[in-house]
């Protein structure tokens, strides 16, 4: 009995050790924990005669700013709807002085006018008499002893005594008491100095030239120093400068400083940056976070948030711990209230600036093809969660769907977009606006292979996943309406003119008369084996499959959409224009439509053999664009092999603003990032920013592109950019 429990036991441990017991092991999988997410609200300032100086928080979350008018405060203000700055009118008997300066001791607002050093906390006991009518700076310490300054002059004062007085080489422009030292901090524009309460003496702790501003760690030990070229860090017990930061921020012309929960914070004359312990940094400049550019002071906000005061206003920076889950959530509530039309996936467009209560919703030339995008996440919702909301969702929008095939007269062809009549001048747009057999309604033309792949595609995932029969057998009769269409019509979609449309061509002339770097030749292939078979593993149509293999084996799509993603480049000499023109650099549109071709081709490959050559074409591709960092073509990849950039997918989704208007975004200007030569994929620099230092995009864009953005004239919809690779990782299982 003991040797059988010793042989099990061995047996036990074999099979624990076994590399097919373990394999499932192996697969990336990210259990969805709480991340910090950022978000600003912002205040906006419309009185460009007064400038603002100065913003502090007191220990009741009040937001109090300091301006050559007085007093100010913040009105409203939530996250996407900006509140105002007005003037501070809470304390009437402050309305007749006038403040020089605006500080903290345990968390309440001190005061600095010609007369003393005030405040109302403590029952308004302190007024502590100065005697200097000049005075502009200020800093109190907890015994309430208080550092003045004029300009060049210092005055130590307390209870309205003097206790100590000097005077400095240069103007001071700022002044600082930290506890733990012990002493008051004193910065001129070439001097670091203390002062130590015990003997009233003013040492110089550092010197250097243009110095704007400046903090001491909470621990005293370090003076973190900025300049118009940079900033310096500072022993303050040996007085040596700890290594060279000049050269290495986003901007060097440096503002303000703050330390806050210890990380260090900086102003410039183009927004503001967070140093990160990888010694990069966190970049807030542009209206998604602040209401101007040059950053006037920085301060510890209400609830952990971040106040950095700009000369048109203050951008409250937020951090709240959410999971994705939480994010998705958000996005799903976004989508629903601000970005469906007629059941399509849609932009909110015509903005003011980002006031959402401006805009209108927009048809597009790819109305079918976001809101597949949509649609496809919400099937992969449903499938994870059984979400009855996630169902309605699919519903409605399949039927904005179907209607794209029943609004014009040809049979199996998808209109671009729908419309009512007279919201769309036809005839400023004959070819793409035609009117429909509904005399109120329009529908667009044109439709292209963009459009196609994205109906495929989701069709195939409804009709895999969505086990609702009226449901899934609308879409696979989209799918099969669309693919006869294409088959019947050699291997075009033909408009209502009769011809082919310029872009959905999938004709071994039109796709093998390109040379074989042209990325079209391999991009349409790959996708019409795709749709084919899609199509014949739902309708069992043997038609498809004939079509396809007769495409793959005597047409060369096989060859075509196995061709290396590193043979696709310019056209060489002799092409013609037209594969010039396709050739002039990367098409990012492209890579999407092969990630949502991709589906089909690995998914539903008519045998083994076929999906083993497809997925070392997938891998190949996702090679190319493991640069990019896309959420979407890291999770499309995790449907092939569990060697992916899981880690790149998670920092994607998590690094994507809530904040989803078109707001102006720039970056060339940067010096913290290093570019590279001008090459065919438009890779700008080494490495991509993260998506909420860049303009809003979607997957069709180029990640690299530093500069852009629309001053927050339309916000784009989640549905696609965001929810369909989470609920795509979800489905996989990747995300848990």
């Known amino acids: ?83 105002i700055i007005v003037k501070d009118n809470t304390a009437r008997t402050f309305s007749r002085k006038e403040f020089a300066d605006l500080s903290l001791l345990q968390d309440q607002f001190i005061y600095l006018d010609n007369e003393a050093v005030l405040s109302n906390a403590w029952a308004g006991k302190l007024f502590s008499k100065h005697s200097m009518p000049d005075a502009k700076l200020f800093a109190i310490a907890d015994d309430f002893t208080s550092l003045i300054s004029s300009g060049r002059n210092l005055k130590l004062i307390k209870d309205s005594k003097e ?31 203390s002062l130590s309460t015990e003997k009233n003496e003013l040492h110089t702790i550092f010197k250097g030239d243009d110095f704007t501003s400046f903090d001491i760690t909470s621990s005293g030990k370090k003076a973190i120093i900025g300049s118009k070229n940079g900033y310096f860090e500072v022993d303050n017990n040996t007085g040596n400068q700890l290594g060279d930061k000049r050269k290495e921020l986003p901007v060097q012309e440096i503002t303000a400083v703050k330390v806050i929960n210890g990380n260090v914070w900086f102003g410039s004359s183009q927004g503001a940056f967070m140093l990160r312990e990888d010694n990069k940094f966190n970049y807030y400049y ?20 971040v106040l950095i005061l700009t000369d048109s206003g203050l951008g409250q920076i937020c951090f709240k711990e959410i999971t994705l889950k939480d994010k998705a959530n958000f996005f ?44 496809g996440g919400q099937a992969y919702r449903y499938a994870v969660t059984g979400s009855e909301e996630a169902l309605q969702n699919i519903i ?59 109906h495929a595609f989701v069709f195939g995932v409804i009709a895999e996943l969505i086990e609702v029969d009226s449901i899934r057998n609308k879409a696979i009769e989209l799918l099969d309406d669309m693919m006869q269409h ?132 997938i891998i190949d591709h996702w ?28 920092w994607y989704l998590q690094e994507y603003p809530m904040d989803l208007i078109n707001w102006s975004v720039k970056n060339s200007h940067r010096k913290d990032i290093n570019t590279v030569p001008e090459n065919f994929r438009r890779q700008t620099i080494e490495e991509v920013l993260p998506p909420d230092e860049l303009q809003i995009r979607r997957h069709n864009a180029n990640r690299f592109g530093l500069d852009g953005g629309s001053n927050g004239s339309s916000e784009n919809s989640a549905g696609d950019i965001w929810l369909l690779p989470y609920w795509l990782g979800r489905y996989l299982e990747v995300i848990k």
């Open 623 to 650: 090679e190319i664009e493991r640069p990019e960092k896309d959420g979407l073509w890291n999770l499309f990849t995790a449907m092939v092999s569990d060697e992916y950039d899981l880690d790149e997918a998670i």
């Open 396 to 454: 409605e929008s399949l039927d904005a769907m179907e209607r794209l095939y029943t609004i014009n007269p040809i049979p199996g062809f998808p209109s671009r977009s729908f419309e009512r009549s007279g919201y769309i001048d036809v005839l400023s747009d004959p070819e793409r606006w035609q009117h429909s057999n509904d005399p109120e309604w329009d529908w667009k033309a044109t439709t292209s292979s963009d459009e196609a792949i994205g």
């Open 332 to 375: 799903e509530k976004q989508v629903r209230i601000r970005h469906i039309r007629n059941g399509f996936n849609s932009t909110l467009s015509g903005m003011t600036r980002g006031d959402l209560s401006t805009g209108f919703l927009s048809d597009s030339d790819n109305d079918g093809l976001w809101t597949s995008m949509y649609l």
């Open 486 to 617: 294409i088959v019947e019509n050699d291997w075009y979609l033909i408009d209502y003119d009769g011809k082919p449309t310029t872009w959905a061509r999938w004709n071994p002339e039109y796709v093998n008369g390109f040379p074989t770097s042209i990325g079209d030749r391999k991009l349409n292939s790959s996708n019409i084996i795709s749709m084919l078979q899609t199509a014949y593993y739902f309708t069992n149509k043997e038609i498809y499959k004939e079509k396809a293999f007769e495409l793959m084996y005597d047409y060369g799509y096989l060859e075509n959409l196995m061709r290396p993603m590193s043979e696709i480049g310019k056209a060489p000499e002799g092409a013609d224009e037209w594969a010039h023109m396709l050739s002039s650099s990367w098409n990012h549109s492209d890579d999407e439509m092969y990630f949502l071709g991709y589906w089909g081709l690995y998914r539903y490959a008519f045998d083994d053999k076929l999906k083993n050559m497809f997925k070392e074409s």
């Open 1 to 83: 009995m003991k040797l059988l429990r010793h042989s099990i036991l061995i047996f036990i441990l074999l099979l624990i050790a076994s590399p097919d017991v373990v394999s499932d092991n192996k697969k990336q999988v990210h259990e969805d924990t709480l991340f910090t997410q950022d978000y600003s609200i912002k205040y906006y300032f419309n009185m460009p005669e007064v400038n603002l100086l100065k913003v502090v928080t007191d220990r009741n979350g009040k937001i109090q700013i300091l301006s050559s008018e007085g007093l100010m405060h913040t009105s409203a203000g939530a996250f996407l709807y900006p509140g």
């Open 286 to 305: 542009g209206e998604r976070w602040l209401p101007g550019e040059e950053v006037k002071d920085i301060a510890k906000g209400p609830e952990g948030s």
């Open 163 to 193: 206790l100590w007085q000097g005077t400095t080489s240069n103007n001071i422009i700022d002044i600082k008491y930290v506890p733990a030292t012990g002493k008051f901090w004193i910065l001129t524009s070439s001097t670091l100095l």
